[in-house]
């Protein structure tokens, strides 16, 4: 069922809030017997099915949940936009410790929250799930992406977030020292996740100096176990350490007033979603402190084209040779943000608009992949 407040003050917040980004619907969801509570955005369509991932956390408030999932899912339609998909933008957050609170019944509920939108929103996995989640989901509804290779899905798209990140740093070093060779290249890692992880992996490989931190100690020393040359630190020091590239691959808003001040690197490049706590402000704040800033939906696109061709019939092949795309995107950005003297960010969002706008004034619409 739908949750809806008795307070009109309320949904005015709500209701602008979705007009301060243009979001097109949100729907609340709540269900007593599986302890369901959920938020969908559907941020914009224009392009495709709104397609991007559900995040279960604890968040500390309804007020904090909702507003993760509207950043979130307006990140989603820029991500899908300047990876060329036919794809629109959204996201779903559940309130929740993914750790203790998952059972099938609350996910199948989900499921049916998802289906009633009739395939405006496409789920998929993001903080807190696993393929396993997506299954569940899948037996309410269709509309599910990152499903297991045996049930015809392409499994955890994050070895290929990695890869997409991967060539955005690349880009990002090329552009900030000349090259793209991340050989030596001293690299902090925020975050030992499937995607820090896979990360860590490519890096290691590559030969750069990895510094890695999370706040479970048991995720760091899975990876120390796999990768020994890498080192370890505490959380509350990563943003202090003398390193060429930093690389939020956690939760959001790690670049901000505090941590810039603090911040030694060149460039910031990593998969975290909505990094900048405040994208103009600090979007300015890094430039002007002379940091190359990769923007997070650029670069950690990797997930999503992956689950694009998921739906269309995957290939494996096809989907990394698309993510590689992201290095020649990344350089493009970065021109454009130099050339017009604007933040990274911007010139990003000015792109992906620019797709969105055309499309939209052509009067064209999209062919559903259901």
């Not at 709104?50 to 993760?68: C, F, I, K, Q, V």
């Not at 706040?215 to 176990?225: M, T, Y």
């Not at 505490?234 to 670049?255: Q, R």
């Amino acid at each position: 069922m739908l949750s809806t407040s008795s307070k009109p003050a309320q949904a005015e917040v709500v209701l602008g809030r979705m007009e301060k980004h243009d979001h097109e619907e949100v729907l609340f969801c709540y269900d007593r017997p599986t302890g369901l509570k959920a938020i969908i955005a559907v941020h914009n369509t224009t392009l495709g099915p709104a397609l991007g991932g559900t995040r279960m956390w604890p968040y500390a408030s309804e007020a904090e949940a909702l507003n993760d999932v509207l950043r979130l899912s307006r990140g989603m339609t820029y991500k899908s936009s300047l990876a060329g998909l036919d794809l629109g933008g959204g996201k779903a957050v559940i309130i929740g410790d993914s750790r203790t609170q998952k059972t099938e019944a609350m996910f199948r509920r989900f499921g049916q929250f998802v289906h009633s939108l009739n395939g405006r929103y496409i789920t998929a996995e993001d903080v807190g799930m696993s393929v396993t989640e997506m299954v569940n989901i899948k037996k309410e509804t269709k509309y599910v992406a990152g499903l297991p290779e045996e049930m015809g899905g392409s499994g955890d798209p994050s070895p290929v977030t990695s890869y997409g990140v991967y060539c955005g740093m690349k880009a990002a070093a090329k552009t900030a020292f000349g090259s793209d060779d991340l050989s030596g290249r001293k690299v902090s890692i925020q975050g030992a996740g499937n995607v820090g992880k896979g990360l860590v992996t490519l890096l290691v490989k590559e030969g750069a100096s990895v510094f890695l931190t999370d706040i479970h100690d048991e995720k760091l020393a899975a990876v120390r176990a796999e990768f020994p040359t890498i080192t370890l630190v505490k959380p509350e020091v990563i943003h202090d350490l003398d390193v060429d590239i930093h690389s939020p691959c956690a939760l959001g808003a790690t670049i901000n007033d505090e941590t810039l001040e603090r911040l030694k690197c060149s460039v910031i490049a990593g998969a975290a979603n909505n990094q900048l706590a405040d994208e103009t402000i600090h979007g300015k704040a890094v430039m002007k402190k002379g940091i190359l800033y990769a923007p997070d939906f650029l670069i950690n696109a990797g997930g999503i084209i992956n689950c694009a061709w998921e739906m269309k019939g995957y290939n494996r092949k096809a989907a990394l040779k698309q993510t590689e795309g992201i290095q020649d995107t990344a350089l493009r950005i970065f021109k454009a943000s130099a050339d017009l003297d604007i933040p990274t960010y911007l010139a990003a969002n000015q792109t992906a608009e620019h797709r969105i706008t055309s499309i939209r004034e052509a009067g064209l619409r999209y062919a559903s992949p259901w």
